[in-house]
């Protein structure tokens, strides 16, 4: 009975519950109340004219309960600076899901000006003096525009802008339809307003003149980097547009292609908050931009075959910066990038000649990458000049590593190979970790060798073999041995010459240095080598020169030593007596004849000729002749090179100053070993090439006479072997006659 009377209470007193609450409504069983409020305009930036200055606000609340029990939003607009709104609305909210709700309010804009203020606020239930408010800034600008493109590009066909109805301006997101092509002459004038970009499907043709460029800019009078969008090439766009002396700036990335092809020239790609220039898939080739004042200068990603091609990149954080992607970089010039110059990330990274000067922390960075070649590349200054990590195939080649504050070469777990090249810090020219580096003819000073790593020296030698009289020696035998192992039997080709022999000096590691004893033995039947076999030293590449003496029939040996003595002298004696009167009737001829003059000349390929005791004049007068011929020219002077060109008719030649300058246009005059690989590179497979070198004295006070000495044999080498022409004007007075004597040895005298 007692159980019976409490099971019934319990029931009434759940129907009185559910009766009140019924009464009360749902407020009893849902609090209704706001619990955040936003707001935002359409855009950051409009223009006070017609269709382009409605100012649309938009206010997101966040709630629970009966959206119809909450109190409309209240929109206040303020002048940029007021403290009194000019203009109070109040919306009520729509449902936008079944916590947001959403009020929107405009004004048109009648004036300008920078930082108007609209502000948003509810009260948190309904009646309550406890409020939420949120606020946003915008801007109106003065029209600067003439014609306004207020809708998309998608006329089926050409469209093309006239320069006369600009500038345009384009205040929102505008698109190239697929099936239509946009062409933006030469003088034409885009201006865009915040927060707006140009989007392509189709075809865009930016067809500008150096002189005449078309221009996409920023609406802003002040304009800065992240203004506007830029210009972005969807995987719909066709890869046949092209865009040619164009200005581009104050983009947040000025140019993006994705999934397909551009082809972009001769154009000034400036003032981006992100990259000036991104690839991603792409084949794009860029040449002969003008490229900075960027977050990176071109980013490259998950691309195979773009190319970059005698740009001019600098004055951003990193230059160029490639992942996940193969490219070739060729003849650039990239400058004062905070971090690095060329930065790459698992990629296939080919550079091919070109520039690379100050570039902060890195000049050249590979990291994780399958291969990289660095060929014909000058690298100046930075704090390191190439620094590569996790890389298993690295080859560079006939480049000038010169300036690093602290390293040419920083390798940690590195393949690589070095070959005709030159390394000069200021700190190491080699930090070796835990790498496997061979140098081929490169000039270094002093290697840092760290965990686990061989650096091996190697160098060419060239071996010429000739009489006691001068006369060449064809098939001689050539045998090489290093360390008393058998290299290479050869033989020496027509002109008594074996060249290009490749030698190790030394093999150095963590334990210590190893110097290799390499041996050349020259044989020829029915002649005495003198000097042979001999030790090569092979600490730099050069010529091994082997007199051959004829081993005649004559006997002698029922001569004493004595009187064949005399009668040696006698005979000498009797050429001096009969030599005497034709040298005076020869140099008297010489002096009566007159000198021959530019025009007069033939220079034969292959020879060197010396111009003696007078100013260069003579010697560019005959350069400059050549060059008007077609020939190809490099003159290296001391001489300012600007000089030159004012004062020699020189045409295209190229200039460059002897000097302890950096630069461009400047070689160093200590490193004799570098100065014969510029002429080397010049002349490589150049048909009809001529050198002037201009400055020998200087060159022997700069070094000593004996490495000026060796240095123009081997620039003989090099001359004949590329069958160019080489001039040499010097002061003859300035050498040691046993000095000029071996100069002159192989030089024509003009």
């Known amino acids: 009975m007692f159980v019976r009377r409490r099971s019934r209470s319990i029931h009434l007193a759940l129907a009185l519950l559910t009766v009140v609450l019924l009464a009360l409504g749902p407020n009893a069983a849902a609090r209704d109340e706001v619990q ?46 007021g403290s009194t709104p000019f203009r109070t609305t109040y919306v009520r909210t729509s449902p936008v899901t079944l916590s947001v709700a959403r009020a929107e309010n405009s004004w048109i804009a009648t004036r300008e000006g920078t930082g108007f203020n ?99 800019l920023s609406h802003q009078a002040d304009m800065r980097a992240g203004d506007w969008k830029g210009i972005v090439f969807r995987s719909s766009a066709l890869p046949d547009s092209i865009i040619a002396n164009a200005v581009i700036q104050a983009t947040t990335t000025g140019l993006t292609v994705a999934t397909t092809s551009v082809r972009v020239v001769n154009s000034i790609i400036l003032l981006a908050s992100g990259p000036a220039v991104r690839l991603i898939q792409s084949a794009s080739i860029l040449s002969g931009n003008t490229i900075g004042a960027a977050d990176v200068g071109i980013r490259i990603e998950a691309s195979v075959g773009p190319i970059l091609e005698a740009n001019d990149i600098s004055t951003t954080r990193i230059g160029v910066l490639v992942t996940d992607s193969s490219v070739r970089l060729t003849g650039n010039d990239v400058s004062r990038c905070r971090e690095a110059g060329l930065q790459a990330l698992r990629s296939v990274v080919d550079v091919l000649g070109g520039t690379f000067r100050e570039n902060g922390d890195r000049s050249i960075f590979l990291s994780r990458s399958q291969r990289a070649r660095i060929v014909g590349v000058t690298l100046i200054g930075g704090n390191d000049s190439v620094r590569a990590e996790d890389l298993t195939d690295l080859h560079i080649a006939s480049s000038a590593l010169s300036g690093a504050r602290y390293r040419s070469v920083y390798f940690v777990n590195v393949s690589a190979v070095l070959e005709n090249s030159t390394l000069a810090a200021q700190q190491s020219d080699l930090v070796l970790v835990a790498s496997n580096t061979t140098l081929i003819n490169t000039t270094y000073i002093v290697p840092e060798l760290l965990v686990s790593s061989v650096l091996t020296v190697k160098n060419y030698l060239h071996v010429l073999v000739e009489t006691n009289l001068g006369q060449r020696v064809p098939n001689a035998s050539v045998n090489v041995t290093a360390d008393g192992v058998v290299l290479s039997i050869l033989r020496t080709d027509g002109n008594g010459s074996r060249r290009w022999l490749l030698l190790t000096d030394r093999v150095m590691d963590t334990n210590g240095e190893q110097e290799k004893m390499n041996v050349v033995h020259v044989l020829i039947d029915g002649f005495r080598v003198i000097a042979s076999p001999r030790e090569a030293d092979m600490r730099t590449s050069h010529m091994e020169r082997f007199v051959a003496l004829s081993i005649g029939p004559a006997n002698y040996a029922n001569i004493g030593v004595d009187a064949l003595l005399l009668l040696l002298l006698a005979a000498l004696l009797g050429l001096i007596v009969l030599a005497i009167p034709l040298y005076r009737r020869r140099k008297d001829a010489r002096s009566a004849r007159p000198r021959p003059m530019p025009g007069q000349l033939v220079l034969d390929p292959g020879a060197v000729y010396a111009i003696l005791h007078e100013r260069p004049d003579r010697a560019f007068l005959l350069f400059a002749e050549e060059i008007a011929g077609g020939a190809k020219g490099l003159a290296i002077t001391r001489l300012y090179p600007e000089d030159v060109r004012r004062r020699y008719r020189i045409g295209t030649a190229t200039v460059l100053w002897l000097s302890r300058s950096f630069g461009d246009d400047s070689l160093n005059p200590t490193n004799l070993r570098a100065l014969a690989h510029e002429i080397e590179r010049f002349v490589s497979g150049k048909q009809n090439s001529i050198v002037l070198l201009d400055g020998l004295e200087y060159l022997m006070v700069q070094t000593d006479s004996r490495e000026v000495v060796r240095f123009v044999q081997t620039l003989v080498d090099i001359v004949s072997v590329h069958k160019s022409r080489l001039i040499l004007p010097f002061d003859e007075r300035a050498f040691g006659e046993a000095d000029l004597s071996l100069i002159l040895r192989d030089l024509q005298t003009l």
């Open 36 to 81: 955040a409020i936003s707001v935002a305009t359409n855009q950051v930036e409009y223009v006070n004219a017609t269709g382009l200055n409605t100012v649309r606000a938009i206010a997101n609340v966040s709630y629970s309960g009966n959206l119809a029990n909450l109190d409309p939003v209240r929109f206040d607009w303020y002048d940029p600076g």
């Open 118 to 216: 609209v502000t948003a606020t509810v009260n948190v239930t309904r009646g309550s003096a406890t409020k939420l408010s949120a606020y946003t800034l915008f801007n109106v600008v003065a029209p600067r525009v003439a014609t306004w493109i207020t809708r998309d590009f998608d006329s089926p066909g050409r469209v093309t802008l006239d320069p006369g109805l600009g500038p345009y301006g384009i205040c929102s997101d505008t698109t190239v339809a697929a099936g239509t092509e946009l062409v933006v002459p030469a003088g034409t004038v885009i201006l865009f307003c915040r927060d707006t970009g140009l989007f392509i499907n189709g075809i865009l043709t930016v067809d500008g003149l150096p002189a005449s460029k078309a221009y996409f």
